[in-house]
């Protein structure tokens, strides 16, 4: 599993000339390490008596961003067997119509499910920073940079998953299906920018 290795041997494998791990795989773990960041200052906020008002918040906030180091850890792996999948499906039989349209099928369900991976991982990047929103405004204020950081590590994963979307879903014979997906990225893309400039603002307001 690539989420059970080491920092330096995760690095290696990225290094290698091997597609996997590769940028989807990246994306997700910078969208763990930002819900990481933000649990930390969740930590850091509850049980203090300068915020005792917002510890309930900094609790649930810590909830959340726990499952989302979860779930984005599991993503890690889901994304290079996704485009391990797609591989796959390129190397099938094309010799008689028959194995082309099953290459065909293959190839696109291959396709959604390597679209599927990395947008899950915007959504959940996307909740990762407005997590680190809510840190930076109600949290340790001696941990403010730590917010900025988790912020604009989500901010990253969201933006690098996104082209990782893109790419697939040029693939992708439904028109319906790209018009529907690009739209919901541009919503997210979107949103990102507004908590992006307002975390900076928060984070440096404190410095």
Request: net charge negative; with cysteine; proline share 2%.
């Given at each position: 599993?690539l989420a059970?290795?080491?920092v330096?041997?995760?690095?290696?494998?990225?290094c290698?000339?091997?597609?996997t791990?590769?940028?989807?795989?990246?994306?997700?773990l910078c969208g763990?390490?930002?819900?990481?960041?933000?649990?930390?200052?969740?930590n850091?906020?509850?049980g203090?008596?300068?915020y005792?008002?917002?510890?309930?918040?900094?609790?649930r906030?810590?909830?959340?961003?726990?499952r989302?180091?979860?779930r984005?850890?599991e993503?890690i792996d889901e994304?290079?067997?996704?485009?391990?999948?797609?591989?796959?499906?390129?190397?099938?039989p094309?010799e008689?119509d028959?194995e082309?349209e099953?290459?065909?099928?293959?190839?696109?369900?291959a396709?959604?499910?390597?679209?599927a991976?990395?947008?899950?991982v915007?959504?959940?990047?996307?909740?990762?920073?407005?997590l680190?929103h809510?840190?930076?405004?109600k949290g340790?204020?001696?941990?403010?940079?730590d917010?900025?950081?988790?912020?604009?590590?989500a901010f990253?994963?969201l933006?690098a998953?996104?082209?990782?979307?893109?790419?697939?879903l040029?693939?992708?014979?439904?028109k319906?299906?790209?018009e529907?997906?690009?739209?919901?990225l541009?919503k997210?893309?979107?949103?990102a920018?507004?908590?992006r400039?307002d975390?900076?603002?928060?984070?440096e307001?404190?410095l």
């Amino acid at each position: 599993m690539l989420a059970d290795e080491k920092v330096r041997e995760f690095l290696k494998s990225v290094c290698t000339s091997s597609p996997t791990p590769g940028g989807g795989s990246v994306a997700a773990l910078c969208g763990a390490l930002s819900a990481s960041l933000s649990a930390m200052v969740c930590n850091l906020t509850i049980g203090k008596d300068k915020y005792k008002d917002v510890r309930k918040e900094m609790e649930r906030v810590l909830a959340d961003s726990s499952r989302l180091v979860e779930r984005l850890t599991e993503l890690i792996d889901e994304d290079a067997e996704a485009y391990e999948s797609v591989i796959a499906s390129l190397r099938l039989p094309k010799e008689t119509d028959e194995e082309k349209e099953k290459r065909m099928e293959a190839m696109q369900s291959a396709f959604r499910r390597a679209i599927a991976v990395p947008y899950e991982v915007m959504e959940l990047s996307l909740e990762a920073m407005r997590l680190a929103h809510t840190v930076a405004r109600k949290g340790n204020e001696g941990a403010v940079s730590d917010s900025g950081s988790g912020a604009m590590m989500a901010f990253a994963a969201l933006h690098a998953a996104s082209m990782n979307v893109r790419i697939n879903l040029k693939e992708i014979m439904d028109k319906e299906f790209m018009e529907d997906v690009e739209g919901k990225l541009r919503k997210m893309e979107e949103e990102a920018d507004i908590l992006r400039s307002d975390v900076i603002m928060e984070v440096e307001s404190k410095l």
